[in-house]
């Protein structure tokens, strides 16, 4: 698929089938997304790919446990991490470095658009953004191998979507061109 093609293509998908995208088509999202522009090429995106349903589970009752803990309020909610995708990636970066929030959302966006054009839907997920420095969040983090010293930016769901998905509606206006 072309790289228009690609990203005219991507949906944010939220139903997916159970199964696993290959470790050869993980490689190449992953690929996509370490070679994204960062701010003066400080590199400093680490991505964690969590290739495992159970250990993606295994996250998700670490975030249950934690919102339980500040907030009572939300004692009857469920906390779905991704949908079910049986792929989930974590891109962190060390706050001190030159621009990290768009450094990871440069690297995620990049591994989007691999995704799709390798026929692989996804969907960006904020759930865990602010949330990493809980403790049994953060200590299941650190057995994923996030660096101790990394925030976690942005994060995706990837697997294999189950519908059809909608028509892109766009507002007017979303761009001009001076001449
Ligand atoms: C910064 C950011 C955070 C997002 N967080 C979530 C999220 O937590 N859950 C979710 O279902 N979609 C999330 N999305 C996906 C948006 O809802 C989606 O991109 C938007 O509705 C447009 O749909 P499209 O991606 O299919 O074009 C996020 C997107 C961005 C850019």
Excluded at 63 to 73: P, R, T
Excluded at 137 to 163: E, T
Aim: net charge neutral; proline share 4%.
């Amino acid at each position: 698929m072309q790289t228009l093609e690609a990203i005219t293509q991507r949906r944010s998908v939220r139903s997916y089938t159970s199964q696993q995208i290959s470790e050869s088509d993980l490689k190449k999202i992953l690929e996509a997304g370490i070679c994204a522009p960062s701010g003066m090429n400080r590199q400093a995106v680490h991505i964690t790919a969590v290739y495992n349903p159970t250990k993606i589970h295994t996250l998700e009752e670490a975030i249950q446990k934690d919102f339980l803990k500040i907030n009572e309020s939300v004692s009857g909610y469920q906390v779905n991490l991704c949908y079910h995708a049986p792929t989930f990636i974590i891109v962190s970066a060390s706050a001190d470095s030159i621009a990290p929030e768009l450094d990871s959302a440069a690297a995620l966006e990049n591994m989007l658009l691999a995704a799709t054009s390798l026929g692989i839907s996804s969907c960006w997920i904020n759930l865990l953004v602010g949330k990493d420095h809980l403790p049994t969040i953060r200590s299941v983090l650190s057995s994923f191998g996030v660096p101790p010293q990394n925030k976690v930016y942005c994060c995706a769901g990837f697997g294999y979507s189950d519908h059809l998905t909608k028509e892109r509606i766009l507002k007017p206006d979303l761009y001009n061109i001076v001449r």
